[in-house]
């Protein structure tokens, strides 16, 4: 670890012996302003309420179509972000924390969702069903992002939303505006794979149809 600090001029050494020592992992809360975006960090759980903790995090992200990478270390930091600009926390998805973004910040990444990676499109919404089991947002919030990607041939993403909208429905019974979503995903993408493989088809796709 110490020759990792010299030769990338970075804590390394303090960096890892934090994250191997601390149990857990941060959230990242990233809120808007005129012309930066204010990042905080702090411990994320699923259930109860977590003691103080601070993390080194080495953060990557994505301001526009312009990347770069910083350490947060301390409670916060700011970059720097034209209003109405896309700032994706977490660009490429190095980064072991879960991102939240302000009302602002969701819109604007809804508007660039089309050009997304499919790493990024999978961790936004990796992101967006822990903090649904958080209780850190609700149900409508997190499905217009299912809509926008229930149609997707990407196969992460395939598997990732069947994974997560069957737990989703087995917790109601299969019943309500839960259910009529997994099922709405469920139909799309049968009519996207077949009932049946099909001649030249990707890989993929048997093991897709497999859970559809």
């Given at each position: ?173 299969y019943a309500g505006p839960v259910a009529a979503l997994h099922q709405e ?28």
């Amino acid at each position: 670890w110490h020759h990792l600090s010299q030769a990338s001029h970075q804590p390394v050494d303090r960096i890892l012996e934090t994250w191997t020592g601390v149990p857990g992992y941060p959230v990242l809360v990233a809120r808007r302003t005129a012309s930066t975006v204010e990042i905080t960090q702090h411990p994320f759980r699923y259930l109860g309420t977590p003691p103080p903790q601070l993390w080194p995090v080495p953060l990557t992200y994505r301001i526009g179509s312009t990347e770069g990478r910083t350490l947060l270390d301390g409670a916060r930091t700011t970059l720097e972000a034209p209003a109405g600009t896309p700032v994706l926390l977490n660009a490429g998805r190095h980064g072991f924390y879960r991102v939240e973004y302000d009302a602002a910040g969701y819109e604007a990444l809804a508007r660039a969702w089309p050009d997304l990676d499919p790493v990024d499109r999978w961790g936004l919404l990796d992101d967006l069903y822990a903090l649904l089991q958080a209780g850190r947002i609700d149900f409508a919030h997190y499905r217009p992002w299912v809509e926008r990607a229930w149609d997707t041939s990407d196969h992460i993403l395939v598997v990732q939303l069947e994974g997560q909208l069957t737990a989703l429905a087995r917790l109601v019974d299969y019943a309500g505006p839960v259910a009529a979503l997994h099922q709405e995903f469920l139909a799309r993408q049968r009519r996207r794979l077949g009932l049946d493989p099909r001649a030249g088809e990707p890989d993929n796709h048997a093991a897709e149809r497999e859970p559809i």
